[in-house]
């Protein structure tokens, strides 16, 4: 876990670029198996976050802690606009694509 720390601000940045590929992907048009990939890479890299708060709350670092947390929920709720608000556009880019 402690390694997982050290790259705190690394993974922020990545979910950065994956959302913004896999939000391209999702609405200009791409296969489903990409889709697919881009929402299980956005999952892991949200509970590598999580892992990231819980230790920074465990260990004393509030300040980071409290960035960290922030960051967290900015994540779920894109997440969460995305893929659920728009849930039936959403199922038909993961099931078929639009090839």
Known sequence: MRLIYKIKWVIVILFAIIFTASF????????ADVNRCFLATNMLLIIAQLSNV???????????GVALLVFLIASIALMWAIYIWSWN??????ANGFE
């Open 24 to 31: 391209a992907v999702l609405f200009v048009g791409g296969e």
């Open 54 to 64: 819980v230790y920074a709350f465990r260990n004393r670092h509030k300040d980071v």
């Open 89 to 94: 556009y959403t199922v038909k880019a993961l």
